[in-house]
């Protein structure tokens, strides 16, 4: 299979890659080492997280267009998911892929019209276009079941650890399929449009282009984390659309560390967990979590993860190019 | 009318009012050099920005090889075989020196013009050879002094295999050796037949690289000539080297 050879020839050479790797075997072993059937919940959050963080990273992290809205495309997946079901009976599984594909698509119409914008703008349109999609789940309630949301979807697996399992195997597709974009010549000329669109362009690059495929890519993994999402709780309401959940995602992405998949990744479970975790020390949660996080901004701006990922040696010279 | 080179025809632009370019006309054939001089202010940065797709003339043609290129983005302007440089460096700060060069080399012109078989890496490290980089390809730029944010920019133009390049002050901030060694490779690109538009401040050098000078003053045409003949020019006398200023240009190299 040349694809396959061609992703891990891009991965091989990346000590992130490794980080990721271990980690990643690690949580898959986590369900021997406990039966604290609320842990593993917590974890399943975390994974749709680790989803939702890097499918963001690959369009904003890479390409610097910041996406406040990237709900909108998690919304479409769960909706879509809820529809699929509800009223044609497509199983859980396949709801995966279809609503991976009408993520993309909704990417694109969104892309279409954003992409000329730059800076704040962009990330005012998308977050405007998310919130009309919030707003239109009320005005439409008759189809959308309002603030109630929809019930009853089919659930994707027969218990938590197979929901645990199931959104892991989820996490190491979409962060190894991130991780080899984010690695490979695309990946660079992403980089180029973050770091200068004008010199990119004079490059002879089309990066209109480029920002299309990044935006149709990161909301082809938020689709399909909002789909699974939705089947996982069986329902799909409003939230899944919040522009606190969008903003949300870019805290992850900026603790962990933008433009490295691995560090909003390990920052998703970082926080999901201490999150959680923070819960017994009651009202002082929100004060403590959101210290912790000014704290992280102001002395690691570019990611706790970002530090050390850069340190790390990289193997073999041979690759060093791209 | 020729299907060869570039034609710019009655090329306007203003900005709110303000006019940067004024009824600009000139042709410049293949593999020719030209400068384009002026006081600052005068329009010749914006002239690039035109050529290359980055601004919109409001009135105007301009034709390369026959093809209408007014309306053209930046990268169809790059793969018609326009490369730019500009005169602020632009490298991409977080990236190495081969990684800068390397993005030009995955251009759609880079990919179609380079021999069969030769790699997007080959193509960068060749052009890094050529300006003399390719030892520092895996620093970060921004551990570079200007005279290689100067050639990485070039290195950058070359990545797309251009036939027509446009430098913008290519040789300010470098040292004299340098200078020297960036003559040299413009004198390579014109035995190669690539065409050159030049801006340039220093005058002496210009003029011992370019037998044809286009002088713009206010956005408009001042004079088009030898050296020698921009040299005499009273009015290019007059609004660009100060009343008594030619004296100091010496044209005998």
Redesign the interface.
Known sequence: MNIVTRIWGTLISRPPFYVMAIFLLFMLLVPFLTDDLYLIGVLVLANVYAIFASSWDILSGYSGKENFGHTLFIGAGAYGAAYLNLYLGVPPMLNLLLCGLIGAVFGVLIGIPCLPLVGPYLALATMAAASIAERLTMILSKYTGGEEGLYGLDPITDGPVGDYYLSLILVIITTIILMAIGYS?QG??L??IK??E??????????TRYKLVAFAISAFFAGMGGAFYAHYQMYTGPSSLSIIMAVTIIIVCMIGGMGTIVGPVLAAYMLTVSNEFLRSIGDLRLLVYTGLLVVIVLFLPRGVFTVILERLPRFGQKS??? | MTKDGLEIRAVTKTFEGLTALSDVTFSLEDGKIMGIIGPNGAGKTTLFNVISGFLRADQGQMVYHGKDISSLKPHQVVDLGMARTFQIVRPFKSMSVFENTIVAALSPRSRRSRPKGVKSDETAMNVLGRVALDHKRDEPVSNLPMGDLRRLEIARALATYPQFILLDEPFSGLSLKEMDALAGLIRNLLDEKCTILIIEHKLKILMSLAPRILVLDYGKVLADGTPAEIADNESVIRAYLGRRGHAGVDTTN
């Open positions: 010549k660079l000329i980089r180029s770091e200068d004008t010199a990119s362009e004079a490059a002879g690059i089309n990066t060093r190019g791209v």
